[in-house]
């Protein structure tokens, strides 16, 4: 009911100021103040009001009741539409948290298999460096050829030059062009 009141006055003070700019040739130069200009605006609203008839009164108040009853229910469903937006943000927040929760568990999972990687690596340096370069070559020749670089590029250069020797020439050839990529 506030809208139809608040739309029925703006309704009634926009034909009243329709009218006083057409009297405003008769008042030039006059000045009011605001109570005169308001009781002018209601003089002018209740005889622009008399000229209707009363049906078309009633029929003009039950579509504003109608537009007004629009607005309400337009409202309620923005109202509806930003607490399922809200709740949605909350949804994607807790996700969002979740995800990277689990990101940094796979990273800490990932951190600590690289870790173990190096210290069996530098186990395997260690064992390597201890043996023969005639046994070196041949574990090193059915080692995984990544894991086989990583020993290789820890033990010493003048080890390293006997261990390819050792080795069959196709396996020392594939290892040093490994071993000499991963070193850049």
Same mark, same amino acid.
């Given at each position: 009911m506030k809208?139809?009141?608040?739309?029925?006055?703006?309704?009634? #003070?926009?034909? $009243?100021?329709?009218?006083? =700019?057409?009297?405003?040739g008769e008042n030039k130069g006059k000045t009011y103040s605001e109570k005169e200009f308001l009781d002018a605006v209601e003089k002018e609203?209740? #005889?622009?009001? $008399?000229?209707?008839?009363? =049906?078309?009164?009633?029929e003009l108040s039950q579509e504003f009741m109608k537009k007004e009853r629009s607005l309400e229910l337009k409202e309620l469903e923005?109202?509806?539409?930003?607490?399922?937006?809200?709740a949605s943000e909350n949804d994607l927040k807790k996700n969002i948290s979740s995800f990277n929760g689990r990101s940094q568990k796979l990273l800490g999972c990932l951190?600590?298999?690289?870790?173990?990687?190096?210290?069996?690596?530098?186990?395997?340096?260690?064992?390597?460096s201890g043996m023969r370069p005639q046994s070196a070559a041949e574990v090193l020749?059915?080692?995984?050829?990544?894991?086989?670089?990583?020993?290789?590029g820890a033990l010493d250069p003048g080890k390293v030059s006997k261990i390819f020797n050792s080795m069959d020439k196709e396996i020392s050839a594939r290892l040093q062009k490994q071993f000499m990529s991963m070193k850049r």
């Amino acid at each position: 009911m506030k809208y139809f009141m608040s739309f029925l006055f703006i309704f009634l #003070t926009m034909i $009243s100021f329709s009218n006083a =700019q057409e009297k405003e040739g008769e008042n030039k130069g006059k000045t009011y103040s605001e109570k005169e200009f308001l009781d002018a605006v209601e003089k002018e609203v209740q #005889t622009r009001l $008399s000229r209707y008839k009363p =049906q078309n009164l009633v029929e003009l108040s039950q579509e504003f009741m109608k537009k007004e009853r629009s607005l309400e229910l337009k409202e309620l469903e923005l109202k509806k539409a930003k607490e399922a937006l809200k709740a949605s943000e909350n949804d994607l927040k807790k996700n969002i948290s979740s995800f990277n929760g689990r990101s940094q568990k796979l990273l800490g999972c990932l951190d600590e298999h690289d870790k173990n990687q190096r210290k069996r690596v530098d186990h395997m340096v260690q064992v390597v460096s201890g043996m023969r370069p005639q046994s070196a070559a041949e574990v090193l020749s059915v080692q995984d050829v990544e894991i086989a670089v990583k020993i290789l590029g820890a033990l010493d250069p003048g080890k390293v030059s006997k261990i390819f020797n050792s080795m069959d020439k196709e396996i020392s050839a594939r290892l040093q062009k490994q071993f000499m990529s991963m070193k850049r």
